[in-house]
């Protein structure tokens, strides 16, 4: 395990010392996207707390390299993993262009100011993320969709090796859908960024996904390539749907795999 870049060992997550997913495995590369999939309340939220340290593991552990995740100290982990979850973030009087420039604190000392270089890397990111026509707006006051982009844009500041989202796309149109994977995807081949996240989208997590992870129950159902998950009737059973139910949009999944590069 510890020849992978983030990694498990029969990690056991839960609430109050009572377990909810028992003995969990995971082992990804550097530069690799992970998708967790499962019906709702199948505990991939609760994963990926436990993962970021929202949660204290019940047992087992986790790796970021050699690295004992939970023994991480708080900046040293800052400047290596960023977090987005879905918990609504209030950010009174600041404007998105403030928020996400909060994504550099753990690289501006005690007294948080920015320096030139910082001040560059939050213009770059603000365009990379197609932000710029909000980032004077108030946070507080822009839509649910508009704050997943700055939320987004403030974790990419932080320069991360590896980011942790839950339920990313969920309040996006599916331009904005579009738009965010292939940000995830540029980074990942740009900048070797390694992505943890939960998506409710079964087409996008077929096509983005190095690796998926699927739940439901108290052990993970099966964990391997978008190949071997999507395979005859698994998603029907995961899901408990009626056989065929699973459908697929050919003009979507075209148009993903073209800015993804997929052949």
Request: proline share 3%.
């Amino acid at each position: 395990m510890k020849n992978y870049y983030f990694s498990t060992e029969k990690m056991c997550v839960g609430y109050d010392g009572r377990p909810l997913i028992k003995e969990m495995e995971i082992a990804l590369p550097k530069g690799e996207i992970l998708s967790l999939i499962g019906p709702n309340g199948a505990g991939k939220s609760t994963v990926l707390k436990s993962i970021v340290g929202q949660l204290q593991l019940i047992s087992g552990a986790a790796y970021l390299g050699n690295d004992v995740l939970g023994e991480m100290k708080p900046n040293e982990l800052a400047k290596k993993m960023s977090v987005v979850l879905t918990q609504k973030v209030k950010a009174e009087m600041k404007n998105c262009r403030d928020v996400v420039a909060t994504g550099r604190y753990p690289y501006t000392g005690w007294f948080g100011v920015l320096s030139k270089d910082d001040e560059q890397i939050v213009d770059e990111v603000i365009e990379l993320t197609h932000i710029t026509d909000i980032c004077q707006q108030e946070f507080d006051k822009i839509s649910d969709g508009q704050k997943q982009r700055v939320m987004l844009a403030r974790a990419i500041c932080q320069e991360p090796e590896i980011i942790v989202l839950d339920e990313p796309t969920s309040y996006l149109d599916i331009r904005y859908k579009l738009d965010f994977l292939s940000i995830l995807q540029e980074m990942r081949e740009k900048k070797g960024l390694t992505v943890i996240m939960s998506l409710h989208e079964l087409d996008l997590a077929k096509i983005v996904s190095d690796k998926i992870l699927c739940l439901k129950g108290e052990y993970v159902e099966r964990y391997g390539t978008p190949e071997e998950v999507f395979e005859s009737d698994f998603i029907e059973r995961l899901f408990e749907l009626k056989e065929g139910s699973f459908l697929k949009n050919e003009k979507l999944l075209a148009y993903i795999k073209q800015i993804s590069g997929q052949p």
